[in-house]
């Protein structure tokens, strides 16, 4: 069985774009760290995340800050990240979610394989539990930072 992590960003916007649940088809358990369910339940969080955070599905595990020695994770990151990039390594992930470019730098460099939401909704697609397309359009619809000419270039 793989051993998935997520940061934040990927889990808001496949909750704002009504896709959420092709992480549970495509990888099945979803590992986060506390500091990620606290960035999802923030005040200035869309409320249908934090809604959907709130009563999270059971294929969602939050897993508590294990203290001791973190590895030499770079301080620049926000909490989120950082917990994500230690639990990921403390489990011995098979992959990490995650869309801050600095966090999949530092995951990489750790040695993590990361990929983002982007990367999600192409796999979705091409296993066929999603509409591309469709699902690229929504993600338009949000905040989520792409270049318009990447989008463009998944969609053909």
Same mark, same amino acid.
């Given at each position: 069985?793989?051993?998935?992590?997520?940061?934040?960003?990927?889990?808001?916007?496949?909750?704002?774009?009504?896709?959420?649940?092709?992480?549970?088809?495509?990888?099945?358990?979803?590992?986060?760290?506390?500091?990620?369910?606290?960035?999802?339940?923030?005040?200035?969080?869309?409320?249908?995340?934090?809604?959907?955070?709130?009563?999270?599905?059971?294929?969602?595990?939050?897993?508590?800050?294990?203290?001791?020695? *973190?590895?030499?994770?770079?301080?620049?990151?926000?909490? #989120?990240? /950082?917990? !994500?990039?230690? +639990?990921? $390594?403390? %489990?011995? *992930?098979?992959?990490?979610?995650?869309?801050?470019?600095? #966090?999949? /730098?530092? !995951?990489?460099? +750790?040695? $993590?394989? %990361?990929?983002?939401?982007?990367?999600?909704?192409?796999?979705?697609?091409?296993?066929?539990?999603?509409?591309?397309?469709?699902?690229?359009?929504?993600?338009?619809?949000?905040?989520?930072?792409?270049?318009?000419?990447?989008?463009?270039?998944?969609?053909?």
């Amino acid at each position: 069985m793989r051993v998935i992590v997520s940061d934040s960003s990927p889990i808001r916007y496949l909750v704002l774009i009504g896709e959420v649940d092709i992480l549970q088809k495509l990888y099945g358990r979803i590992l986060i760290p506390e500091a990620v369910r606290s960035e999802l339940q923030q005040a200035a969080t869309p409320e249908v995340v934090n809604s959907w955070i709130s009563s999270a599905p059971d294929w969602l595990e939050v897993i508590p800050s294990s203290p001791g020695a *973190a590895p030499a994770v770079s301080s620049a990151l926000g909490e #989120g990240e /950082r917990q !994500a990039i230690v +639990l990921a $390594l403390d %489990v011995g *992930a098979d992959l990490m979610l995650m869309d801050d470019k600095a #966090g999949a /730098r530092e !995951a990489r460099r +750790l040695g $993590l394989s %990361v990929t983002g939401t982007l990367g999600i909704l192409v796999r979705a697609g091409e296993s066929g539990i999603v509409d591309l397309h469709s699902a690229l359009r929504r993600l338009e619809n949000t905040n989520f930072r792409v270049n318009p000419k990447l989008l463009r270039e998944l969609e053909n």
